[in-house]
């Protein structure tokens, strides 16, 4: 905005004072202009990033509006009162009505200044964190990238071993799409969505490393458990066997209702082990075909199934146990009832909280005096005396929980 003239040393002193404060106005419009875009740089890197505080935009807002016045003000003056040499200078253009407009205007530009520093001062932690986090972004891509040429290079080596089962090939299909991400992010995405999609290149990257170092042992691993699981089988088989003579025990010596809920639970161990020896049989063959995935899957399959077979050759099993205690001893189940009984009602005392439990709590007592009172005949169903048991038992501790709840 300042123009040289020549013969500034001949000028008038009116002139020299227009002049020097021209040039003032013009250095506190470009300090102004240097802090002000530097702290607009951060504050669009916030933005940018995602992370920009709301109340720190708004606190923005007015320093910004505050410093584009001055700056307007500064550009308005400056072509109001041009200084010219004076052979050239326009009619109307007063010294003195310069050194006072430039006077003004240079003091406007200082005052936003002074605002756009303290505004610095204030959030200078958080400006200069998302300043740093926008310069960082291009290298991070850069890393993203070199990460995927790795893992492509450690691709095309397992894919002439022979390791590029599915799984590898799925985590590469998965490199793919994240390098695509990263490349829409780098062109119209923001250094936040680039971080994002660069982080993502580097788990597809891992992945295809840890899968390819599993392929790479998995055929050793699956004939391992190939044997176990044939081990498990014939323990399985075994301990199947003797569910004809439980469940005949369960008919013989207890009513129906005893173990109606069972029903059906011999067949359906069976089943899950008939499917079990399936899977097996699958994995084997897979294994030979050179496939071990696949034959890790059907192992897989194949423990689920022992294990369900084993929960319903088992319930068989427990439950003549447990009829046979309870009926060896139908007491002691409910002395242990009524033992955590009076505890809830020890407590209602402790609390004086007998008016709001107390009838409830004798209520379960009288529950305990039926089912007990209920066991009759040949064959009691002490199944259902259980049964009753447990519930009391449950509605006590809720009652308990809820009174020390209470005094919390």
């Known amino acids: 905005m300042s123009r040289n003239w020549s013969g500034r040393l001949t000028r008038r002193p009116q002139d020299q004072a227009a002049q020097a404060a021209q040039d ?10 240097n802090r002000q875009s530097y702290v607009k740089d ?42 010219l040499d004076a052979a050239d200078r326009p009619t109307g253009v007063d010294p003195v009505a310069a050194v006072a407009a430039f006077s003004q205007v240079h003091q406007a ?8 520093d303290a505004f610095y001062r204030k959030h200078s932690v958080e400006l200069e964190k998302v300043r740093s986090l926008r310069a960082a972004t291009p290298q991070i891509s850069a890393d993203a990238r070199a990460s995927a040429v ?9 894919e002439a071993e022979g390791f590029a089962y599915p799984s590898v090939m799925t985590a590469a299909g998965e490199l793919v799409d994240a390098l695509s991400s990263l490349k829409t992010a780098e062109t119209v995405g923001s250094p936040l969505e680039i971080r994002h999609t660069a982080a993502a290149v580097h788990a597809a990257a891992d992945a295809i490393t840890s899968r390819i170092s599993a392929a ?37 010596e207890f009513s129906v209702d005893c173990s109606k809920d069972l029903n059906g639970a011999d067949d359906r161990a069976r089943k899950s082990l008939q499917d079990a020896r399936g899977e097996w049989a699958a994995a084997e063959t897979a294994l030979r075909a050179g496939q071990p995935e696949p034959a890790s899957h059907h192992l897989t399959t194949a423990r689920s199934r022992l294990s369900a077979a084993e929960h319903d050759g088992d319930s068989l099993g427990e439950r003549l146990r447990i009829l046979r205690a ?19 009602q020890l407590l209602v005392v402790d609390r004086g909280l007998v008016r709001q439990w107390g009838s409830v709590l004798d209520a379960q007592s009288a529950r305990i005096d039926r089912a007990t009172a209920e066991l ?33």
């Open 24 to 33: 003032g106005a013009v250095a506190a419009f470009l300090d102004l202009d």
């Open 42 to 83: 951060a504050i669009d890197a916030a933005g940018e990033s995602s992370v920009a505080d709301s109340a720190m935009l708004r606190e923005w807002a007015p320093v910004a509006e505050r410093s584009f016045e001055a700056s307007s003000h500064y550009l308005a003056t400056a072509e109001s009162h041009s200084l």
């Open 109 to 116: 530009l200082a005052d936003a200044a002074v605002a756009v």
């Open 150 to 158: 790795r893992a492509e290079a450690e691709l095309t080596k397992a």
């Open 216 to 252: 790479r042992s998995l055929s050793s691993t699956v004939r391992g458990s190939l044997s176990s699981v044939k081990t498990r089988i014939e323990a399985v088989t075994t301990r199947l066997g003797t569910l004809p003579t439980t469940k005949s025990a369960l008919l013989r």
């Open 326 to 344: 309870t009926r060896q001893d139908p007491v002691a189940a409910a002395k242990t009832t009524r033992f955590k009984l009076r505890d809830a």
């Open 376 to 408: 009759t005949g040949t064959h009691p169903d002490y199944w259902s005396y259980l049964q009753t048991l447990q519930s009391v038992e449950a509605f006590v501790k809720n009652i308990i929980d809820r009174v020390r709840g209470e005094a919390r």
